[in-house]
């Protein structure tokens, strides 16, 4: 295989227990952090020329965000680090009992094209925080960033302990052939379940953060004009190829009818009269993404934008009206500048549409009624939720991001990264004294010891499981 | 085989009717299930008795106490665990609602192990139905006493489509696989947990493995040597060595090998007397290809103790082995029966070498009365879970999470820990429609002024 003598390098390095102290962890993540400060020119182009990311979306992303995750972790890293001791039940009140947080030893982190610095960056803190050696395999879609990270991460992290491999299909394939302590995947259901398939074969645990298609409410009371500015900011960020990104809208007839101008309006505060010119609205990042896009713009009726460009692989923000369950539009995730409106008779009909599918990883729900935001919320399941906004629930670091079902299994940001790459491994120390306290629970077993364990166990004791 | 389609396909509908969510449903459940424990007390021990012929003590203690407090503690701590979690908020949610929510993930299958058949079944259950989900239960076929028990009583005391039992050996369990589930917990060997894991990611199930491996157990010259060894009798024998967190071996100095066996000896006989065979305390292994597969562990080794067996009632004696070496058949694969081997190393470095060229354990346990030195050896190996200066007991803490890493298992389980296993946790935002202005730095067109705020 040829990732094994690099695994086993990683590997033997783990052994050496180098990435245990703290300091040490602390000075790799800070390394991390002097790679965003000087790559942040290079990084603002490499996304610009994958994708057309506009280097305001990149900056708060790709830096801004990351940066965030950074100094939540190194503020926070010694308390997390902490053995975390426990309650204890009658019999154990003299011994120590605690969770240890341990490395996994050396993980595997899988980063897709959208956001691929931020999406192997974010795991990456967590991993190192956790103590922990990493291979990084970014992805070869987004082939400029790919090589910007291959070419200079090595420079600022400890290359005995963390790697960069490159390539594609092959590459990663024989790649996960490799026995990793952990593995961290992001992408597409399809893939999430191979990877997961090939890490059963040595029962490595995973996170799986996947996708599929976000459903956003819109009720009939609400203000239109804020709606359409927070949902038109979601869906074109990053020219809609965002995993949180809302993908389809649900409301009434009427609704649709008052969103539309308000959505155009949006629109055009944003990119100006030929969003083309913009250079804050990005580019599809392949062809092959392009063509697929462009296929679903016949699904409903184009209401806004619609204009595409092969050469450019530009495509319009754009809104398709009256749109079916059945159309193309709504048979995968978009994960384009599109946006399809189904129209819904109310909020029943809204929740039945939403729970007859695939458990979302994001949810949206917008209502000045807040009894209906509760409502769409309660009664659906969704990796994350947010009411009357769109993707900002992500970049609250004390919340968990990850999906359910088919978007996904795990979460991070934050301390649920450090604790997603960290074994909580659970110890009691026990006195070597006192042994007298145990003879109930030896043989030979009498009447008499049975009937001193069972009149001392009170069932109904609060909150101990007493053993004898 | 369309019946396990059938089966999980009502659990399924039964939880769409949204009945298993309400929490006075999940804790009337609960207290079903204590009633049910309380009153069918005698049965559940002959079942264990038919079994394992485990005897009335180590059954009530190992299986019905433990899942009376597990069902005590849930009933009492549900409304607190259930409750949504507000999290910190940065300056931009200031004036927003952020929380966790705790949410059901909907069908969850329990597959049970055989050695501890009831309790095994029954506390991965009582998470399951204390986070709200429906759940698929799979008692181990091989303790087919207690499958049909559970199979028996569960319908009786629960709501019947939220909580089936399906029986049957690996031909009903691959099919039960190929369904899909929303969590799977599974507790058995490392073979069969692979698989488990391979079917649940053709559904991107996740999954709770607890498996098993060879336990560790490092004793140092400087500790009380005859404390040490009772409460490493104890773990080691209890249940005929059937126990997933058994300590699997002794890591000791040579100097001390002959005394760690006197004192194994005499804690023997203390237990259960002079005839081990005719003790009520002492076990038996659960079938002939148990029985012929440790017994087959016993060739070619030094018996410093023990080694009689007898194959028409599947007994093995409580057994020592010495001067082990690490590349010998007991030494490949977890032993699961009463035989102790002891692998004599020169040093604590050479104990955790050796540790760690291995698989990691479920459990790992360390006896000296230098706690420096027991804080080396865990902080340099990994294992599930951990005691000092005894064995076993890390199991019966609730607060503490109980699983395996690595071949040992993935995630875990007991008390609040289960609760979190079977729940689905959801980043609540709630944010005002109004306070838009609060936006506009987010939207384009961006501008240099707008990224230097």
Not at chain 1, 85 to 93: A, E, G
Not at chain 1, 249 to 258: S, V
Not at chain 1, 334 to 341: A, R, S, W
Not at chain 1, 377 to 392: P, Q
């Amino acid at each position: 295989n040829p990732y094994a003598g690099l695994v086993s390098h990683l590997r033997a390095s783990w052994l050496s227990g180098k990435t245990r102290p703290m300091e040490y962890r602390v000075a790799q993540l800070e390394a991390l952090g002097r790679f965003l400060d000087d790559k942040k020119q290079e990084i603002l182009e490499a996304t610009e020329l994958d994708m057309g990311k506009p280097s305001f979306e990149a900056f708060f992303s790709e830096i801004l965000l990351c940066k965030n995750e950074l100094n939540v972790t190194l503020n926070n890293l010694c308390s997390w680090m902490k053995d975390e001791h426990v309650d204890k039940n009658l019999v154990m009140q003299l011994d120590s009992a605690f969770i240890r947080k341990d490395p996994y030893g050396v993980v595997l982190i899988i980063a897709p094209w959208n956001y691929p610095i931020h999406l192997f960056l974010v795991p990456l803190i967590g991993a190192i925080a956790a103590g922990n050696c990493a291979i990084i395999k970014p992805s070869e879609i987004s082939k400029n960033t790919e090589r910007l990270v291959a070419e200079t991460l090595s420079c600022y992290l400890d290359s005995d302990c963390f790697a960069v491999v490159t390539g594609g299909v092959p590459e990663t394939t024989r790649l996960l052939e490799n026995k990793f302590d952990y593995i961290f995947f992001t992408g597409t259901p399809p893939v999430g379940r191979i990877v997961m398939t090939a890490a059963a074969k040595h029962l490595t645990p995973v996170t799986l953060e996947l996708g599929g298609k976000n459903p956003c409410y819109v009720s009939d009371t609400c203000d239109v004009t804020n709606v359409a500015r927070r949902v038109a900011w979601g869906r074109f960020f990053n020219a809609g190829q965002t995993c949180i990104a809302p993908d389809y809208l649900l409301c009434t007839l009427e609704m649709q009818e008052k969103l539309m101008p308000a959505l155009r309006e949006a629109i055009t505060e944003f990119f100006g009269p030929n969003p083309r010119e913009s250079l804050d609205f990005g580019r599809i990042v392949s062809d092959k993404q392009f063509q697929r896009l462009r296929a679903l713009l016949g699904s409903g009726r184009v209401a806004i934008g619609g204009q595409t460009d092969e050469a450019e692989r530009y495509i319009a923000p754009t809104v398709l009206a009256d749109v079916l369950p059945s159309d193309p539009a709504m048979q995968e995730e978009v994960f384009g500048p599109i946006l399809p409106i189904v129209v819904i008779a109310n909020m029943d009909e809204a929740i039945d549409f939403i729970n007859a599918r695939p458990r979302p990883l994001a949810l949206y729900a917008f209502s000045c009624d807040s009894k209906i935001v509760n409502q769409v919320l309660e009664r659906t399941s969704s990796g994350g939720f947010c009411g009357n906004d769109t993707l900002m629930h992500v970049t609250l670091t004390s919340l968990p991001f990850g999906g359910v079902g088919n978007s996904g299994l795990g979460k991070y940001h934050g301390k649920f990264t450090f604790d997603t790459f960290s074994l909580h491994r659970g110890c009691l120390h026990r006195n070597m004294g006192l042994e007298t306290l145990n003879t109930p629970r030896y043989p030979p077993y009498t009447q008499q010891k049975l009937g001193l364990l069972t009149t001392t166990f009170e069932v109904k004791r609060r909150g101990t499981c007493t053993l004898l | 085989m369309e019946k396990m389609q059938q089966v999980v396909g009502r659990a399924r509908a039964a939880f769409r009717s949204g009945r298993s969510r309400p929490l006075e449903f999940r804790i009337q459940q609960l207290k079903a299930l204590q009633r049910m424990v309380q009153e069918k007390e005698k049965e559940i021990l002959a079942a264990l008795k038919a079994d394992l012929n485990k005897c009335g003590y180590n059954a009530y203690s190992h299986e019905i106490l433990g899942v009376l407090g597990e069902l005590a503690l849930t009933i009492e701590k549900l409304p607190s665990w259930a409750a949504p979690q507000p999290v910190k908020k940065n300056l931009l949610t200031m004036r927003d609602e952020a929380y966790i929510g705790y949410e059901p993930l909907g069908v969850v299958l329990v597959i049970g192990a055989w050695n501890y058949p009831f309790v095994l079944v029954m506390q991965p259950l009582i998470g399951a139905i204390a986070a709200g989900n429906a759940v698929v239960v799979k008692p181990s076929e091989v303790s087919e006493n207690t499958a049909r028990l559970v199979a028996e009583l569960l319908p009786q005391y629960l709501d019947k489509e939220l909580y089936p039992v399906v029986t049957g050996g690996v031909p009903e369990t691959t099919e039960l696989l190929t369904q899909r589930f929303d969590h799977i917990l599974y507790t058995g060997n490392t073979a069969v947990g692979k698989i488990v894991m391979a079917a649940a990611a053709k559904h991107l199930t996740p999954v709770t493995l607890e498996l098993g491996g060879k336990s560790p157990c490092y004793i140092d010259k400087d500790c009380d040597l005859a404390v040490a060894c009772r409460r490493i009798t104890w773990g080691k024998y209890m249940n005929c060595g059937q126990t997933c967190i058994a300590p699997d071996y002794i890591l000791c100095d040579p100097s001390i090998q002959s005394k760690v066996v006197e004192n194994i000896k005499a804690t023997l006989k203390e237990f259960y007397g002079e005839d081990v065979k005719s003790s009520p305390d002492y076990e038996r292994i659960v079938n002939q290809r148990h029985f012929k597969r440790v017994k087959s562990l016993l060739e070619g080794q030094k018996i410093a103790h023990g080694g009689e067996t007898d194959e028409a009632s599947c007994f093995i004696a409580p057994t020592i082995l010495t001067d082990v070496s690490p590349e010998s058949k007991v030494m490949e694969e977890e032993i699961f029966g009463p035989v102790l081997p002891i692998v004599p190393v020169k040093s604590v470095e050479e104990a955790i070498e050796l540790i760690n060229g291995r698989e990691k354990p479920l459990a790992l346990y360390v006896f000296s009365n230098n706690k420096q030195l027991i804080k080396r050896v865990i902080s340099e190996t990994s294992s599930g879970g951990v005691t000092g200066n005894d064995v076993i007991m890390h199991f019966f803490l609730s607060t503490l999470p109980f699983g395996g890493v690595g071949h040992s298992g993935m995630g875990a389980y007991h008390g609040k820990h289960s609760f979190e296993t079977f729940s689905h946790r959801r980043a609540c935002l709630i944010k005002d429609l109004k306070m838009e202005s609060a936006n506009k730095m987010r939207y384009p067109p961006g501008s240099q002024k707008k990224v230097d705020w």
